[in-house]
């Protein structure tokens, strides 16, 4: 994964209507010493950091990747979330 860019995150943290507040959303990837990780947030305003195979917030994490998290809700469907796009 690419190194974090500081100014970006604090740039995107404050722009009004970036993340859709009504879903399941991915707010953020990173890299921790167990591999790759990620923050998701669900419609009720919980946060949950995820690993591959990890279950939170109704979904169990599929897969992580530099620009994506694949999801797989109880329905058995595949979801595939994506950070907001940059400016």
């Not at 921790?32 to 279950?55: C, D, F, K, M």
């Amino acid at each position: 994964m690419s190194q974090p860019d500081p100014t970006l995150a604090e740039a995107q943290a404050t722009t009004p209507d970036v993340l859709d507040l009504n879903s399941l959303t991915l707010i953020g990837l990173f890299t921790t010493s167990e591999g790759p990780a990620a923050l998701i947030r669900a419609a009720n305003g919980q946060v949950a950091r995820i690993v591959p195979g990890t279950h939170a917030l109704g979904v169990t994490a599929t897969a992580i990747g530099e620009s994506q998290v694949l999801v797989t809700g109880a329905d058995g469907r595949t979801l595939a979330m994506r950070l907001p796009p940059r400016d």
